[in-house]
């Protein structure tokens, strides 16, 4: 399971950190990232880490202001979220790719999703 924590309301230019537990299996072997979903838009990811190197990829939308990064030890992963904006507004899903070799955001295959948890950026 995926437990996805650390959502809720914020001004624009406002920092939210999300979290990202897994339970019953360990993020070692697995890239995890982060994807949202607006209202009336599609599912877009957002950031991944690589397990075989801890690389990290971010969608431009969110380069310089989002930061991935992972705890194996508690089996975490966070998303730190800097001067945010009203279009960040979205339900944030931490989700697990079992290649843990990905090279590039847009490698990232989707396949074990947690629940989301709402981020809501105010102007």
């Known amino acids: 399971q995926l437990q996805a924590s650390g959502g809720g309301l914020v001004q624009a230019g406002g920092s939210l950190r999300l979290s990202c537990a897994a339970s019953?299996?360990?993020?070692?072997?697995?890239?995890i990232g982060w994807f949202r979903q607006a209202p009336g838009k599609e599912r877009e990811g957002v950031s991944c880490i690589s397990s075989s190197d801890g690389s990290t990829y971010y969608a431009d939308s969110v380069k310089g202001r989002l930061t991935i990064s992972s705890d194996n030890a508690k089996n975490t992963v966070y998303l730190q979220m800097n001067s945010l904006k009203p279009e960040d507004t979205a339900v944030y899903y931490c989700?697990?790719?079992?290649?843990?070799?990905?090279?590039?955001?847009?490698?990232?295959?989707?396949?074990?999703w947690g629940q989301g948890t709402q981020v809501t950026v105010s102007s």
């Open positions: 019953g299996f360990t993020f070692d072997d697995y890239a």
């Open positions: 989700v697990v790719d079992l290649d843990g070799t990905i090279d590039a955001m847009s490698a990232f295959v989707p396949l074990w």
